[in-house]
């Protein structure tokens, strides 16, 4: 099975290699936990490879996210050359969809399918072989039901695969606690899970990841403690958090 390496530092050890090529891992995590660090590394290095990325953000606008990219990952050097170049193209929703609607003129809609329809363009158009998510969370309220919502991810899911993508969503959980967390609609409709946690200890606050689930992979289950560093995400294989 073909793996394409994140390349971030110590995850594809914990993966077994990396994630296999074309398939979808979620991100799960509270919120400050790393989600949208870990998913946008996962892009970067792709990019700096020469794999091109996109990363749909539906929670805050490219402004802010370049900004605050380029705040945490100050030794990116990269990075903003390969946004320039659209070797790691960042979009919203409001970067394709947006029709105004004639009768108050005020509020923008947008539906999910259109968007679908954009981002398959937009993967063709750029030969994008990884692509983010950012938060799947966000998609959910797109739909007035989980079923609609299942169906729909699985949908997109299902063109990614199909494209040659291999993909990461995230996923926001409230209150992360090991024992539970297994249940989320998320983890049944998806190739991988990756779960981040913020764990207090004493005084200070400790990130760790674990991979829940890789298909096709003989992965660690074991919780290893990372951080977030100026030159991206480092994750300490070996090392307990206890
Ligand atoms: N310059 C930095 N150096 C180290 N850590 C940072 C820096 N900037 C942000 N962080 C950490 O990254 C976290 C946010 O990560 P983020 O990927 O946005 O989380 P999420 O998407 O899960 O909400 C912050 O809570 C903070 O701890
Ligand atoms: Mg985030």
Sequence with gaps: ??????????????????IPSRHNV???????????????????RGAVGGESGLFLSLEEDVDSLVEN????????????????EKKLMLVTQESYIHVDMPETGVSPYYTFSKLHD?????IDD??????VIDSASILNLFFDNDLEYRRTVLNLLRDLKKKGCTAMLTAELQNVNRDTVRFAIEHFVTDGVILLYLLEQQERRISAIEVLKM????HSKVLTP????????????GERVY
Aim: hydrophobic share 35%.
């Design 1 to 18: 099975m073909e793996k394409i390496k994140t390349n971030i530092k110590g995850l594809d050890v914990l993966l077994g290699g990396g």
């Design 26 to 44: 979620f991100i799960c995590g509270g919120p400050g936990t790393g989600k949208t660090s870990l998913s946008m590394e996962f892009l970067y």
């Design 69 to 84: 990219v380029n705040a945490t990952f100050t030794k990116w050097s990269k990075f903003n050359q390969l946004v320039k």
């Design 118 to 122: 954009k981002l398959d363009e937009v």
């Design 126 to 131: 750029n030969k994008i072989k990884r692509v």
């Design 215 to 218: 298909r096709g992979c003989e």
């Design 226 to 237: 990372f951080k977030i560093t100026s030159n991206g995400i480092e994750v300490y294989v």
